[in-house]
């Protein structure tokens, strides 16, 4: 999954609920994209933000004659998440990708597998779930948000999984509560042998720690602020311990960003700490 | 476009710049290694390094602070897997090496020696947080001598050192002729300011912020230089980003340019500008 720099232009840019969904024609992009790969994207103008921010490809398609153009989800909260949740449609953006070195890793055998997504950062999970059924996985999703309004499409889940579990935190669609609180009753009906999670850090703990009490695999999307996303600033350790059992340092982005969750050291993790 | 740099011919004026080009393999994707003049590996130290604990970077007006920790996988290592991979993918390599003193700098210089395939050595002595991180912190001139004349001593003849030195306006003119007595081939202004963290750590500033004074300092380097007829070059670096950059660091009496924190923006970035400055763009 070679990477290439190119000037992407914006083809779409549409609101849903409460995030912006971009859609790119980045060539060479989406031709090589595999779920949980990311991009990162130059954000600003006059050279003021060094830093890349890095999104989920969310989805790859054939849209306006263009072969496989590359949708990202922006949730606008900071400065170069609002430039870029701004820009129109024929604006240029300059965009590296697809990135990580390792995405999600498919079962060789046609197991259940579990996907857990919560907010935007659930958005590479829809194409993971694309190509889990064409393997005849059995796919169970979880999708979790604070409201309906930071719920990525529950409807556009409901054609790929067999079962669909929605929950936010104040009830607005779905059970009340938290991804964590379902997540043992989801894995005991699915009967998963591979939880798949993408989400902020204590839901990927969550879903790691209730994979391993099932006796399941965990592979958990790590999500970390990217200064270059390609590998070169080691600005994203991530605490891990490697096969050989010894603790180790790994970059997010080219180690990751999808790693086995039982290999994270998670409390050095929480407290920002690497070996 | 060859050029002539510490008395090596490179096939062109543009090196990636130490610490940012990752082993090497990450930037390979986007351009050969062959493409740059050299390619300067991350500072190598004789003992593996972690790193720090993160977050260890922050974005900043046109820059960047950072504090990763120097992390590298010891000279040992490096030798064994970082350099023939670099050397099979056609790159002129630089070696970047810090320690933690003169004597650990000697050891480290004399096994460089025997390795096949090292261009060049250079003297990480613009480390920004060195007292913090262990590492000989080159606060006074003769902490610049020493280092340089003790790694050239154990290196053959062909292998020069470069020294990289702090951007320092203030006290360049002096400092780069330290460097040049104490027999470094050329001097590399420089390396990123010393900053801070917003939690109040030791870091380096780095990125375009930082190049008006970089070119401050290789301008009065160049000048300082040949006033005292050291033969000793100037090499570029800091917040260059583009070929106007590069032409400007020229124009003033660099020899070479080294591109280091626009590739966390744009990974093809030093590709681009050695592309623009070679011949057959007719620049």
Redesign the interface.
């Known amino acids: 999954m070679?990477?290439?720099?190119v000037t992407a232009e914006v083809l779409a840019s549409k609101r849903i609920g409460a995030y912006q969904h971009v859609t790119l024609v980045a060539p060479g992009v989406g031709e090589r994209f595999r779920p949980g790969a990311f991009v990162a994207v130059?954000v600003g103008t006059g050279?003021?933000?060094?830093?890349?921010r890095a999104f989920w490809i969310h989805q790859v398609r054939p849209l306006g004659g263009y072969a496989a153009t590359v949708t990202l989800v922006v949730e606008p909260r900071g400065e170069g998440t609002r430039w870029l949740a701004t820009r129109q449609r024929g604006d240029r953006v300059?965009v590296?990708g697809p990135l990580g070195g390792r995405p999600f890793a498919l079962p060789k055998e046609p197991v259940p597998v579990l996907l857990v997504g919560e907010g935007y950062a659930a958005a590479p999970l829809f194409a993971l779930a694309e190509r889990l059924r064409e393997r005849d996985c059995p796919v169970n999703l979880v999708l979790g948000a604070p409201d309906e309004a930071h719920l990525l499409s529950a409807l556009e889940a409901r054609r790929t999984a067999r079962a669909v579990t929605i929950v936010t935190g104040d009830g607005s669609v779905g059970a009340r509560g938290s991804v964590a609180d379902v997540l043992p009753e989801a894995l005991r009906r699915s009967g998963a042998a591979v939880v798949y999670a993408a989400g902020p850090a204590a839901t990927l703990h969550a879903a790691a720690l209730a994979a391993e009490e099932h006796g399941a695999w965990s592979q958990v999307a790590l999500e970390q602020?990217t200064?270059?996303g390609?590998?070169?600033?080691?600005?994203?350790?991530v605490p891990v311990v490697g096969e050989d059992g010894v603790a180790?340092?790994a970059r997010a982005c080219?180690d990751g960003p999808v790693v086995r969750g039982d290999r994270v050291r998670w409390d050095d993790l929480a407290r920002?700490?690497?070996? | 476009m060859s050029v002539r740099v510490a008395g090596l011919t490179l096939a062109s004026p543009v090196l990636v710049a130490s610490g940012?080009?990752?082993t090497g393999?990450?930037?390979a994707?986007?351009a050969a290694l062959s493409t740059y003049g050299a390619f300067t590996t991350r500072s190598i130290s004789r003992d593996a390094r972690?790193?720090?604990?993160?977050?260890?970077?922050a974005?900043t007006?046109?820059?960047?602070v950072?504090a990763?920790g120097l992390?590298n996988p010891g000279l040992d290592a490096f030798l064994a897997t970082e350099l023939p991979w670099l050397l099979t993918e056609g790159a002129r390599v630089v070696v970047s090496v810090v320690a933690r003193d003169l004597g650990e700098y000697a050891e480290v210089a004399r096994r460089l020696a025997t390795a096949p395939g090292v261009s060049a050595v250079e003297v990480n002595l613009a480390v920004p947080d060195a007292a913090e991180l262990g590492v000989l912190d080159a606060r006074e001139h003769f902490h610049v001598g020493a280092a340089v004349s003790t790694v050239l001593r154990e290196l053959p003849r062909g292998v020069p050192v470069l020294a990289k030195l702090r951007p320092d306006p203030v006290r360049v003119a002096e400092t780069v002729r330290v460097a040049a007595d104490a027999g470094a081939a050329a001097v590399v202004l420089g390396g990123a300011l010393p900053a801070a963290l917003p939690d109040g750590r030791p870091a380096g500033l780095s990125?375009?912020a930082i190049a008006p004074l970089a070119l401050r300092c290789v301008a009065d380097a160049r000048v300082a230089l040949d006033a005292a007829g050291a033969d000793c070059d100037v090499v570029a670096c800091g917040g260059i980003?583009s070929p106007e950059d590069a032409r400007h660091a020229l124009d003033r009496g660099a020899v070479a340019v080294q591109v280091g924190?626009?590739?966390?923006?744009?990974?093809?970035t030093a590709a681009r500008i050695a592309a623009a400055l070679s011949p057959d763009e007719g620049a």
Not at chain 1, 2 to 5: G, R
Not at chain 2, 50 to 57: D, K
Not at chain 2, 261 to 268: G, R, Y
């Open positions: 070679s990477p290439v720099h130059s050279g003021y933000h060094l830093a890349r300059e590296t602020r200064t270059c390609t590998g070169l600033c080691l600005g994203c350790p180790r340092t080219t920002g700490a690497s070996a | 940012c080009g990752g393999r990450e930037l994707a986007y972690p790193g720090a604990a993160g977050p260890t970077l974005e007006p046109a820059g960047l950072h990763t992390p990125g375009p980003g924190s626009a590739l966390f923006h744009d990974p093809t």
